[in-house]
């Protein structure tokens, strides 16, 4: 055999090895999707065997998630309270991790801690079309506000759920309070993701089935819960010694209330 065609059979041979390795990795995916499609069935029909009732659309495909630490970065925090405060705050070490801003005169003073702010604002004027300018200030990313809470003294709050890495933080928001008939923006406060992020794979993750079954048995206990309304996978956060923790989570919305479940530990959460 001549060079040429040796050279035009190794190549045909190796067309074909890559077309069977594509043809059994695309088996294996569908045998995994339909293992997967078996175990929601099964968990549906588990959870109305314990009085609860859920949408197999709504249990979201098994993924990992990483676990994040964010170390405090005291730059960034002064950067961001800075352009809140109108670009020349001033900042005094108060000591235990907390530093006061004072913005230039009639823009508001403000607080930073580790996990934590607040900003007083109502010199600025502002009104609730400029919370999306104030929160590209603190470069903070958020859904839509589920809550809104009047609260005394002529106030009201607006509170948005933080988001971390497209992902849901169930304890972190941030909250707009105005004073309710001039409607301007008083205060701004909220949990601080701010620093540096540093990623983590962590320890083998709990699924969404044994997570729910888990949820399931712990709410029977109490009674009262008749519907897994959705579920989604989303972070926990933990202060820890001069860092935040994001903890991996399972996040269920109930007809009784909201939960978490950890998906390392399994600790239920709500």
């Not at 959870?47 to 249990?59: K, P, T």
């Not at 609260?151 to 933080?162: C, E, S």
């Not at 972190?172 to 983590?200: K, M, N, P």
Request: with cysteine; net charge negative.
């Amino acid at each position: 055999m001549d060079r040429a065609r040796l050279k035009t059979f190794v190549l045909m041979l190796l067309a074909l090895i890559n077309l069977t390795f594509l043809g059994l990795i695309a088996i294996d995916a569908m045998q995994m999707a339909q293992l997967q499609s078996e175990v929601r069935a099964e968990l549906v029909r588990a959870l109305e065997g314990m009085g609860i009732s859920v949408d197999e659309a709504q249990i979201p495909r098994e993924e990992e998630q990483a676990f994040y630490f964010l170390s405090r970065d005291i730059l960034a925090e002064g950067h961001i309270a800075a352009s809140v405060l109108g670009g020349n705050a001033s900042v005094s070490d108060e000591g235990g991790g907390i530093f006061r801003y004072l913005g230039q005169e009639g823009y508001g003073e403000g607080e930073i801690r580790s996990g934590a702010f607040r900003f007083q604002l109502e010199g600025q004027s502002l009104s609730e079309e400029d919370t999306g300018q104030v929160l590209r200030r603190l470069e903070l990313t958020t859904r839509d506000p589920r809550i809104f809470v009047e609260k005394g003294d002529n106030r009201m709050a607006h509170v948005y759920p933080l988001t971390f890495s497209n992902a849901l933080v169930i304890n972190g928001h941030l909250t707009f309070t105005f004073c309710f008939d001039a409607g301007i923006l008083e205060e701004v406060s909220g949990t601080a993701l701010w620093g540096e992020a540093q990623r983590y794979a962590g320890s083998p993750q709990l699924d969404a089935a044994t997570a729910l079954i888990s949820l399931a048995g712990h709410l029977l206990e109490s009674g009262g819960v008749s519907r897994f309304e959705s579920v989604e996978t989303g972070y926990y956060l933990l202060e820890g010694a001069g860092i935040l923790e994001l903890h991996p989570v399972w996040i269920v919305w109930t007809d009784v209330g909201v939960f978490s479940i950890d998906r390392q530990s399994g600790e239920i959460r709500s």
